[in-house]
């Protein structure tokens, strides 16, 4: 995917009631590693990879790109959100050029359940709107994933259609911040 541009990078860290969305640093790779291999994290996300793997390829400071955020919590990275371009060879898509900004996240299992996602993807969707005003966002995620519809829902993602994709059916929606005519 293409990096979101003419977005400023990286932005000044995003403070919530409990979290920082910041720009990823060293300290950060062995939870990436962790998020990558962990099979709970990866199972709509095509399975765990093996870690030996992971720890070869993974840069020192992983993630340290445009549109992606690590997620802190009390100093410890728990999670990222990414915002970045949608591949135009992959399915679902709301302009005629494709391309749209698409909202991705992980979190580690430990911060599963405490609402620290929908903290977080709040945050960067606030931050996306006040520097690409107008700009709509995509989702997309496996129609099985519970966890990942319910936040598609409490965001304000509107389904546009579903698709199979990766031999499973895909929920694909759409976010603005201005209200979309209908």
Not at 101 to 118: K, R, V
């Amino acid at each position: 995917m293409t990096e979101l541009e003419p977005a400023a990078w990286p932005p000044a860290p995003l403070r919530t009631e409990r979290l920082m969305l910041r720009e990823s640093e060293a300290r950060d790779r062995s939870a990436f590693i962790e998020m990558f291999a962990s099979p709970e994290v990866r199972t709509y996300l095509g399975g765990p990879r093996p870690r030996d793997e992971i720890e070869r390829a993974m840069p020192q400071v992983p993630g340290r790109r445009p549109g992606v955020f690590v997620v802190d919590h009390d100093g410890l990275m728990i999670g990222i959100v990414t915002l970045d371009r949608r591949d135009a060879e992959r399915p679902g898509h709301i302009r005629p050029d494709a391309g749209e900004a698409e909202l991705s996240y992980m979190f580690l299992p430990q911060a599963w359940g405490y609402g620290y996602a929908t903290e977080a993807c709040t945050a960067a969707l606030g931050w996306f709107a006040g520097t690409l005003p107008g700009e709509q966002v995509v989702l997309c995620t496996q129609s099985a994933n519970d966890r990942a519809m319910r936040l598609a829902a409490k965001l304000g993602f509107t389904e546009v259609e579903r698709f199979e994709e990766f031999g499973a059916e895909q929920w694909f929606g759409v976010w603005s911040s201005v209200p979309l005519s209908g």
